[in-house]
């Protein structure tokens, strides 16, 4: 039935994933699979290649599949273990943290890399040609999740707004600055790039 | 059912979970604290991102 999973384009945040479970919950490595989700492009050798580093790198065992996909652009890394009960209690404890968090103010640095790292995997920047506006959208479908993240960003002082599957997130100075400091989006180079073009064109001025 | 237990000085927890249909229980062992820092902010970040999300306890 279940399983608990992670799937993403970047080594090092698989690399984090494993190792924040490893260390805060005592979860072993060895109790880590792993798979590769392809594009159809992909040739056999380059699907061994890139899986053979991926064990090398997190020292997860080469114990893999490979699905295609017409949705990838390249490939994503999918880790898991073999448990539904893991997945339920880790989706039980997501739930009660993103909702009581906020009433807490000393687990500010909590709420700041929950918001950092939700961000970079499903969030999205647009801007236009001559850099005079910035979007900075977060995807996210269901209900309860929109709210407590809207909740979690407003102790920030930053405003969002709710639109269908989606967060609209404020790109004013402070919430620039914000982010800035934060580190928004190192990690997704376009997103990253796009960010910085923006607020050093609005925000920074040469004498 | 959840029972505690300490291993090299720490508290653990050992979880068992079954269906309503029955059939074999697994249990699963998990540190019974963890730090609320930055770190766990953003291995929940990146598991509200980028996990599965089944069913409910």
């Avoid at chain 1, 698989?14 to 989700?37: P, Q, T």
């Avoid at chain 1, 950092?116 to 647009?126: P, Q, S």
């Avoid at chain 1, 639109?163 to 934060?182: H, R, V």
Wanted: charged letters at 25%; proline letters at 0%; glycine letters at 4%.
């Amino acid at each position: 039935m279940g399983k608990f999973d992670f799937t993403n384009i970047f080594i090092d945040e698989n690399n984090l994933f494993v190792n924040i479970v490893e260390k805060y919950f005592g979860i072993a490595r060895s109790d880590w699979k792993f798979g590769l989700i392809c594009n159809k492009k992909l040739y056999p050798h380059d699907i061994n290649r890139i899986a053979e580093e991926f064990s090398s790198k997190l020292r997860i065992k080469l114990k893999f599949y490979h699905t295609t996909s017409t949705t990838v652009t390249n490939f994503a890394y999918n880790i898991y273990i073999n448990s539904t009960l893991l997945n339920l209690i880790f989706n039980k404890v997501l739930k009660i943290l993103r909702k009581e968090i906020i009433n807490y103010g000393i687990f500010e640095d909590f709420c700041k890399g929950f918001i950092m790292k939700d961000l970079l995997g499903d969030g999205n920047i647009n801007i236009n040609k001559d850099l005079t506006s910035m979007d900075i959208v977060l995807s996210e479908e269901e209900q309860q999740s929109q709210k407590d993240i809207k909740n979690i960003l407003a102790k920030f002082n930053i405003n969002s707004n709710i639109y269908l599957n989606k967060l609209d997130i404020s790109t004013k100075f402070d919430s620039c600055m914000w982010f800035l400091e934060n580190d928004l989006f190192i990690g997704h180079v376009n997103n990253r790039n796009k960010f910085l073009k923006y607020i050093s064109h609005n925000f920074f001025y040469k004498y | 059912m959840m029972e505690s237990f300490f291993k090299d000085n720490e508290e653990w927890i050992r979880v068992w979970f079954s269906s309503k249909f029955g059939g074999n229980t697994k249990s699963i062992e998990l540190k019974r604290y963890i730090l609320i820092d930055r770190n766990s902010g953003e291995f929940f970040g990146l598991f509200q991102a980028e996990s599965s999300k089944y069913g409910k306890i």
